[in-house]
């Protein structure tokens, strides 16, 4: 079969891990037989220099007109200047809105020979396999006013927390159809006490609930969902959520894996305007949790495991490749069993190795 990717390796580490991310992707071509015809874009910083904006046309063209996009990560302190007029992040909110991506899935899953090298105690993190669902495109990262100004008392800055009941509706449905394919447990996180966003979103959950009979929902405040996730996190299965609780607790979360570098995630919309999919054919962006991690950049040492695990899950929900997307998290987990380790995850006793040397080993257990 014949694929279009668009591929953005953004900034600092980016490139790096991207690059691993594609040889694997190449490998699976030639073990499968498809064919992956790669489209690259800058986005990001690398984009503000050379473009002058985060997000250009051209990186839009070639993203809308793909079957997929694979993004590395954005941001770093050459592009820091809070008065600046245009952020790196500028880039990853835009496209994420122009193509409709509203669903983040988040997977966390231990992997057993990794118990050791969380900060947590083995016995919490051990099989813990979880998803977070995250709304994408609303919430205080797209709610206006937003804005920063001068009065006679000093400098007041405001964003806006908005969500319409369509927005709540359709991320609460993703959250109960994964659970459906799991499971079948839906934590709903919320501020519900506090926020009156969050009461509406708990009403349009409790309004739902009647239509999936067969999924055990629980309403979790997000300050003790935090204090679970820490606590207990085998209770979870599938957490639904908005956007800026979405960003953080997912971010905790990755702690129980053992480090932000080994998690992948899928940004999933409805390009061509039809129902989200979760069983193949939906247009999705995919990216690693991580961010653009400048100090480590160019040094060969950045774990491309998140990325490569990206690319298995563009795989699995956008190209409805689900042999090829599990032969790719085998290998990963082979590697892993083999001792290998990036320094992220290294431990006493095993081996250490770089980006490169990953991506290689990788692509020979392919």
């Not at 299965?237 to 702690?255: Q, Y």
């Not at 390009?271 to 100090?295: C, D, Q, R, V, W």
């Not at 040094?299 to 409805?320: D, E, F, G, H, W």
Request: charged share 25%; with cysteine.
């Amino acid at each position: 079969m014949k694929f279009n990717i668009a591929v953005l390796p953004g900034d600092g580490i980016g490139p790096e891990v991207m690059t691993e991310g594609v040889r694997v992707l190449e490998s699976v071509g030639q073990k499968f037989n498809h064919q992956f015809i790669l489209h690259y874009g800058d986005i990001g910083g690398i984009a503000i220099d050379r473009h002058g904006t985060a997000l250009p046309q051209e990186t839009l063209t070639i993203s809308q007109n793909a079957d997929a996009v694979l993004l590395a990560a954005v941001g770093g302190p050459k592009w820091d200047d809070p008065t600046a007029k245009v952020r790196p992040e500028d880039g990853l909110l835009g496209i994420r809105k122009e193509l409709g991506l509203f669903a983040n899935l988040r997977p966390v899953k231990i992997m057993p020979m990794l118990a050791d090298a969380t900060t947590i105690k083995p016995n919490v993190v051990q099989g813990v396999d979880l998803v977070v669902v995250r709304e994408l495109t609303g919430g205080l990262y797209f709610g206006k006013p937003k804005k920063q100004w001068q009065t006679g008392r000093g400098r007041r800055a405001v964003d806006t927390l908005a969500y319409s009941e369509h927005e709540i509706e359709r991320i609460l449905r993703v959250g109960f159809e994964l659970a459906r394919t799991r499971r079948k447990k839906l934590a709903s996180v919320d501020k519900a006490n506090v926020l009156e966003t969050s009461r509406l979103w708990r009403q349009i959950a409790i309004e739902l609930a009647p239509e999936y009979p067969d999924i055990e929902l629980q309403h979790v405040l997000v300050d003790s969902c935090a204090m679970r996730l820490i606590q207990r996190p085998t209770d979870f299965d599938v957490i639904v959520t908005e956007n800026t609780f979405g960003d953080i607790l997912t971010d905790e979360a990755s702690m129980l894996a053992g480090s932000m570098g080994m998690l992948p995630s899928a940004s999933l919309g409805t390009k061509n305007k039809g129902k989200l999919s979760l069983t193949g054919h939906s247009f999705g962006m995919y990216e690693p949790i991580h961010g653009s991690a400048p100090s480590r950049a160019g040094q060969n040492k950045a774990n491309p495991i998140a990325t490569i695990l990206s690319v298995a899950m563009m795989l699995r929900y956008s190209l409805a490749l689900a042999k090829e997307a599990a032969a790719i998290e085998n290998a990963v987990l082979q590697v892993l069993k083999d001792g290998y380790r990036t320094y992220d995850i290294m431990e006493e006793g095993k081996s250490l190795v770089g980006t490169r040397e990953m991506g290689s080993l990788i692509m020979k257990r392919l």
